[in-house]
């Protein structure tokens, strides 16, 4: 698929495969994504209002200077690679049963979000806000407490633990 009208609306796109387009500034309403695969996508700029992705795949995708007011955005049981979701506003946003490898959260806003039953090997969470996040059955996560606002999230055990790593103390 080409992507070529600006604007999408009440539209399932279901296994697109991706690679290296550039939907940047594109308008998304109420859209589904089911089975796509997007790699080194450039997302720049593109409004997303109530969109879901259903097991799809990002690799190494641009999301940058989106419009925080309509950035809307559903995941679930997709793999997000390599991604940036830094300086975003993410509010409401899930990410259940998803693996986020080798992604940045920086700076971002995921005040009451849901990353419950997700792997996040080697992404990174710095100064956000993860108020009332949700991270309950997440493996994987490196949050420091001491640079992120974690005030009501939600973690389950042992994996809460790993909020200490970055105190330097012994836990027997």
Do not use: G, W
């Not at 589904?32 to 109530?50: G, H, L, P, R």
């Not at 710095?126 to 996040?133: A, D, F, G, V």
């Amino acid at each position: 698929m080409d992507f070529k009208n600006q604007s999408y609306q009440d539209k399932k796109f279901q296994n697109i495969n991706s690679l290296n387009k550039n939907l940047s500034s594109k308008e998304f309403t109420d859209c589904q994504f089911v089975k796509c695969i997007f790699t080194e996508t450039n997302f720049n700029n593109a409004k997303f209002s109530d969109c879901k992705f259903l097991d799809c795949q990002f690799e190494k995708c641009k999301i940058e200077n989106t419009y925080p007011f309509l950035l809307i955005l559903s995941f679930k049981k997709c793999l997000l690679n390599k991604c940036n979701f830094s300086d975003l506003e993410l509010p409401n946003t899930l990410f259940t049963e998803c693996t986020i490898r080798d992604t940045f959260f920086i700076n971002t806003d995921l005040t009451s979000s849901d990353f419950s039953e997700s792997d996040l090997n080697r992404s990174i969470f710095q100064n956000s806000n993860l108020t009332k996040t949700n991270f309950t059955k997440a493996i994987n996560y490196s949050i420091n407490p001491a640079t992120n606002k974690i005030k009501k999230a939600k973690f389950s055990q042992p994996e809460v633990l790993s909020l200490l790593k970055d105190f330097d103390i012994k836990i027997e």
